[in-house]
């Protein structure tokens, strides 16, 4: 009876987590389509050079705190589901992970659309170095952020 009631805790788990990643593909959808039909909303500031430099670091910037994030507060509720039906743990690894990166590859286009809709540029200029740059500076942030909420949990 226990194995029971712990398969629909985590079956519980996992649809709440896959409905929080649903609901926020949308949220960032709405998001996306709020500025294109509401340009006074967009930025409109002078600096546009600058802007163009620094976006492509925050994109990748967002897609590293965004899957960190994601993978630590929902990895084991994927995790855990799958254990459920799949007794290894190599394998409900990789399940787990495939699907929080297949969200965050959504939401990074999502949020590279938001920013170019909002600071005006017809397409951010991705590289090795400002994803690698971005990349970095993201998951010191995360990391460093995570590691303060577990040192207080």
Same mark, same amino acid.
């Given at each position: 009876?226990? #194995?029971?009631?712990?398969?629909?805790k +985590?079956?519980?788990?996992f649809?709440l987590?896959? #409905?929080?990643?649903i609901?926020?593909? *949308?949220? @960032?959808?709405?998001? $996306?389509?709020?500025?294109?039909?509401?340009?006074?909303?967009?930025?409109?500031?002078?600096?546009?050079?600058?802007?163009?430099?620094?976006?492509?670091?925050?994109?990748?910037?967002?897609?590293?705190i965004a899957?960190?994030?994601?993978?630590f507060?929902?990895? $084991?509720? !994927?995790? +855990?589901m799958?254990?459920?039906r799949?007794?290894?743990?190599?394998?409900t690894?990789? !399940?787990?992970?495939?699907?929080?990166?297949f969200?965050?590859f959504?939401?990074? +286009?999502?949020i590279?659309?938001? @920013? +170019?809709?909002?600071?005006?540029?017809?397409?951010?200029?991705?590289?090795?170095?400002?994803?690698? %740059?971005?990349?970095?500076?993201?998951? %010191?942030?995360i *990391?460093?952020?995570?590691?303060?909420?577990?040192?207080?949990?």
């Amino acid at each position: 009876m226990g #194995g029971k009631l712990k398969n629909r805790k +985590e079956t519980k788990n996992f649809f709440l987590f896959l #409905g929080f990643l649903i609901s926020l593909t *949308i949220l @960032l959808n709405y998001l $996306k389509l709020y500025l294109k039909r509401h340009p006074t909303v967009r930025y409109r500031g002078k600096k546009q050079k600058l802007i163009n430099q620094i976006v492509p670091y925050i994109y990748t910037l967002i897609f590293a705190i965004a899957t960190g994030t994601l993978n630590f507060f929902g990895f $084991k509720y !994927l995790k +855990e589901m799958f254990m459920t039906r799949v007794r290894s743990d190599q394998l409900t690894s990789v !399940l787990s992970a495939t699907i929080v990166v297949f969200f965050c590859f959504f939401y990074s +286009e999502q949020i590279k659309n938001i @920013l +170019e809709i909002y600071f005006n540029i017809r397409d951010i200029k991705i590289t090795l170095n400002t994803n690698l %740059i971005g990349y970095t500076i993201g998951r %010191i942030i995360i *990391i460093s952020l995570l590691f303060f909420y577990v040192s207080l949990n």
